[in-house]
Protein backbone atom coordinates (compact mmCIF):
# COMPACT_ATOMS: atom_id res chain seq x y z
CA UNK A 1 0.00 0.00 0.00
CA UNK A 2 1.46 3.15 -0.84
CA UNK A 3 2.02 5.85 1.93
CA UNK A 4 3.22 9.18 2.12
CA UNK A 5 4.18 10.85 5.47
CA UNK A 6 4.85 14.25 6.02
CA UNK A 7 6.96 15.71 8.42
CA UNK A 8 8.67 19.12 9.97
CA UNK A 9 6.16 21.30 10.25
CA UNK A 10 6.43 23.89 13.07
CA UNK A 11 5.82 27.20 14.43
CA UNK A 12 8.93 29.37 13.55
CA UNK A 13 9.07 33.63 13.57
CA UNK A 14 8.61 35.34 10.23
CA UNK A 15 12.08 35.34 8.37
CA UNK A 16 12.64 31.71 9.84
CA UNK A 17 13.16 28.34 8.16
CA UNK A 18 11.95 24.96 8.19
CA UNK A 19 12.23 21.88 6.21
CA UNK A 20 10.00 19.77 5.58
CA UNK A 21 10.16 15.74 5.02
CA UNK A 22 7.92 13.60 2.76
CA UNK A 23 8.81 9.82 2.69
CA UNK A 24 6.99 7.71 0.48
CA UNK A 25 6.33 4.20 0.78
CA UNK A 26 4.87 1.00 -1.18
CA UNK A 27 5.74 2.64 -4.72
CA UNK A 28 7.60 5.02 -6.31
CA UNK A 29 6.15 7.71 -8.61
CA UNK A 30 7.50 9.89 -11.34
CA UNK A 31 6.46 13.14 -9.38
CA UNK A 32 6.25 14.17 -5.78
CA UNK A 33 4.89 17.44 -4.80
CA UNK A 34 3.92 19.80 -2.34
CA UNK A 35 0.61 21.36 -1.51
CA UNK A 36 -0.36 23.78 1.09
CA UNK A 37 -4.02 24.99 2.30
CA UNK A 38 -4.75 27.94 4.70
CA UNK A 39 -7.93 27.96 6.29
CA UNK A 40 -10.75 28.63 4.17
CA UNK A 41 -8.56 28.73 0.98
CA UNK A 42 -7.95 26.11 -1.60
CA UNK A 43 -5.39 23.91 -1.88
CA UNK A 44 -3.05 24.97 -4.01
CA UNK A 45 0.89 23.69 -5.14
CA UNK A 46 4.29 25.04 -4.09
CA UNK A 47 6.38 23.32 -5.57
CA UNK A 48 7.26 19.97 -7.59
CA UNK A 49 9.91 17.49 -8.58
CA UNK A 50 10.36 14.91 -11.41
CA UNK A 51 11.96 11.94 -11.21
CA UNK A 52 15.29 13.01 -12.77
CA UNK A 53 15.18 16.70 -10.78
CA UNK A 54 13.09 19.41 -13.14
CA UNK A 55 11.62 21.60 -10.37
CA UNK A 56 8.37 23.65 -10.84
CA UNK A 57 7.50 26.60 -7.96
CA UNK A 58 4.92 28.61 -7.41
CA UNK A 59 5.76 32.31 -7.82
CA UNK A 60 4.71 33.06 -4.17
CA UNK A 61 8.01 31.06 -2.94
CA UNK A 62 10.80 31.57 -5.76
CA UNK A 63 13.65 32.66 -4.44
CA UNK A 64 12.57 31.38 -0.87
CA UNK A 65 11.18 27.46 -1.04
CA UNK A 66 13.13 24.36 -2.73
CA UNK A 67 12.29 21.04 -2.95
CA UNK A 68 14.21 18.47 -3.43
CA UNK A 69 14.29 14.68 -3.79
CA UNK A 70 16.45 11.60 -2.47
CA UNK A 71 15.79 8.82 -5.09
CA UNK A 72 17.29 5.95 -2.87
CA UNK A 73 15.58 7.12 0.19
CA UNK A 74 12.23 7.51 -2.28
CA UNK A 75 12.10 10.96 0.30
CA UNK A 76 11.26 14.39 -0.97
CA UNK A 77 12.15 17.55 0.86
CA UNK A 78 11.12 21.46 0.97
CA UNK A 79 13.42 23.78 2.27
CA UNK A 80 11.54 26.93 3.25
CA UNK A 81 13.54 30.09 4.00
CA UNK A 82 12.68 33.65 4.66
CA UNK A 83 9.01 32.50 6.02
CA UNK A 84 6.24 35.03 6.09
CA UNK A 85 3.08 34.72 7.61
CA UNK A 86 1.09 34.21 4.94
CA UNK A 87 2.97 30.95 4.94
CA UNK A 88 0.65 29.57 7.49
CA UNK A 89 -1.15 26.59 6.21
CA UNK A 90 -1.45 22.47 6.82
CA UNK A 91 1.67 21.60 4.15
CA UNK A 92 0.36 18.27 1.82
CA UNK A 93 2.94 16.08 0.38
CA UNK A 94 1.41 14.35 -3.25
CA UNK A 95 3.22 11.87 -5.53
CA UNK A 96 1.95 11.32 -8.97
CA UNK A 97 3.17 10.67 -13.10
CA UNK A 98 3.10 14.60 -13.48
CA UNK A 99 4.99 17.41 -12.16
CA UNK A 100 3.00 20.56 -11.80
CA UNK A 101 1.71 22.48 -9.16
CA UNK A 102 -2.44 21.13 -10.22
CA UNK A 103 -3.99 19.27 -7.58
CA UNK A 104 -5.93 16.88 -10.53
CA UNK A 105 -2.32 15.89 -11.25
CA UNK A 106 -1.19 13.60 -8.05
CA UNK A 107 -2.86 9.68 -7.07
CA UNK A 108 -1.56 9.88 -3.78
CA UNK A 109 -1.35 12.37 -0.70
CA UNK A 110 -0.02 12.34 2.45
CA UNK A 111 -2.33 13.41 5.43
CA UNK A 112 -0.07 16.84 6.26
CA UNK A 113 2.26 18.55 8.60
CA UNK A 114 1.10 22.29 10.05
CA UNK A 115 3.39 25.23 9.22
CA UNK A 116 2.57 28.29 11.27
CA UNK A 117 4.36 31.42 11.29
CA UNK A 118 3.95 34.48 13.60
CA UNK A 119 4.92 38.09 12.72
Known amino acids: QVELVESGGGAVQAGGSLRLSCAAS??????MGWFRQAPGQEREGVAA???????INADSVKGRFTISRDSEKNTVYLQMNSLKPEDTAMYYC???????????????WGRGTQVTVSS
Open 94 to 108: AAGPFASLQRRDYIK
Open 26 to 31: GYTYTA
Open 49 to 55: ISNDGLT
